[in-house]
């Protein structure tokens, strides 16, 4: 122990002010846990794992885990009950979804933030159950007010209650 640093074994200990300490250990197979201790709040830590698992828990009410860049917070993750969420924290900024298509970088799907978290899909979309809202369907040229789609039949309602069916 010197000053306010304590190594013992596999655990080294640095105590700041009171109960408040930051601590490194390391396990079994090299698994290594960096921990925070607040005795006034939540409690954090970093696990890796010798099998490649990386545990982040935050310890806050919410979980919560900031992206920032600069002092800027851009995003987070956090729980919600029983929810797990991802929030953009700048005001407007969209959430983009991206990956590589062959060797190119491409932005599958934009949510834009500014138009109320409207998605737009940079390709097809594929819908495994009902397609379901309070909206005026648009595709391309057509603009109706209802599509239905049932066994061999489809049908096409206007604004005026006008149908057509393709059966």
Known sequence: TVDDINLNGKVLTITGDTDDTFKITTGASGATTISTTDAAGA????????????????????????????????GEFFTGGTDFNIRSNIDDGDMKFAGKDGSSYITALTLDMSNAGAADFNHHVHVGGNLTGDYAATFQELTVDSIGLNTKTITITGDTSDTFTIT
């Not at 982040?56 to 800027?72: A, E, K, R, V």
């Open 43 to 74: 409690n954090g830590y970093l696990s890796l794992f010798a099998d490649g698992v990386i545990e982040l828990n935050s310890g806050s009410t919410y979980g919560s885990i900031f992206l920032d860049h600069s002092g800027t917070n851009y």
